[in-house]
């Protein structure tokens, strides 16, 4: 084969304008299409994962952005997936390195594997040395087996054992939520992270959504056992880790993000518990 007919050939193989490009676009997550692909009762069209995440975090009825209309998990549209074989792109970390061409369909397959994808490491690489790294979505999990990570559930009012830390000890823990809305939608994971500063005498919680996709309002509220009307209590939004780094370098974040209490707050709505003698306080947490 010469160089012109090469040429030739390349110039009549279809080339995908940007509005092709556009009419693959998923309107949920704004990213190419991922099959399986499913659509409102009208034909529009939707990721069959999107659509499971959205209609549960909004904690309603499935419905189309575009009509209203209900979406239907079932609907599949078979030409637009064979669509996806047939049109190449670059995978998404090319700025990070990455040099793979893909089809539309391979994509979401490889990008879950791509070498180039960001990782993260554990939340105890530092204190227990573990070496895991992975996708942010897959921590909780992770946390979960092989740290023994207590797992909670919503609305759930529970017993925080409160040390209090001397001078030269911080502390930091985390907890894994799991909140489950609504009957056939996946459970949410959520990590409560709290971290004692002993330099300035305060203990902030924040929630951290591990899955960048999911944002969640909560209230936290510490409860005074003796005083019901008398607790503290705070609204925020759930955090994922390029809004918030890590809870030990708290006072270089946004502060309004999260929950301070002072050291002599605690003592006030802290208790001893009999049975173990050990220092504890009530503290609950709510998802909206
Ligand atoms: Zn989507
Ligand atoms: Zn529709
Ligand atoms: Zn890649
Ligand atoms: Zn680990």
Redesign the pocket.
Known sequence: MNQDSDLSLRVKRPRPSNDFYESMMCLICSDFFKPPIVQCNKGHSYCQSCVQKTGSLLEQKKSCAVCRSPILLELRNYQLEQLLDKFTVQ????LKG?S?V?TLSQRPE??KM????PQISCYYKEFKNCQWKGDSGDLAEHLTQAHDVQELVRGMLFRYLWNPPNEHIWRYRYRVLKQVIGGDSEPFTFILEHYYSSDDKLLCFLIRSPDTDVKKRYRISILNRNDEANKIAFEGVTLNFEEFGHIKDFSKGDLTKMLLVTYQQIMSFSFVCEEDQAVYFSIQIQFF
């Open positions: 995978c998404t970390h090319s990455c793979k893909v490889h990008e791509c070498e180039f994808r």
